[in-house]
């Protein structure tokens, strides 16, 4: 078991993490990092948020060895209504 480190990027800001977590190998790290991706863009999107989310994932070295980024881009083609979004809570 490898530990792994998911720091997010949030614009021009990012969270650190000093914890981690174990793996059994790199590509199940990076499938964490994926699924964790995906559930912080689902609460930003329900939020009316659509920007990217990039996880950096480090390795117990604290090398960086791959960049996950989670993107939407919503492309209206109707004028956009200004009451709450359909998606919101």
């Known amino acids: 078991m490898a530990c792994y480190y ?3 990027q949030n614009g021009a800001q990012s969270v650190r993490d000093d914890e981690g977590a174990e793996f059994d190998s790199l590509d199940a790290s ?3 990092a994926t699924r964790s991706a995906a559930e912080i863009g689902t ?3 329900a939020k009316g948020d659509s920007r990217d ?3 950096e994932v480090r390795d117990e ?3 960086r060895v791959c960049t996950v980024r989670a993107s939407m ?3 209206w083609h109707v004028p956009r209504s200004q009451g709450p979004h359909p998606w919101s809570a």
């Open 6 to 8: 998911f720091d997010i």
């Open 30 to 32: 990076v499938h964490a």
């Open 43 to 45: 609460g930003r999107l």
């Open 61 to 63: 070295r604290g090398q």
């Open 53 to 55: 989310v990039v996880i």
């Open 73 to 75: 881009e919503i492309e």
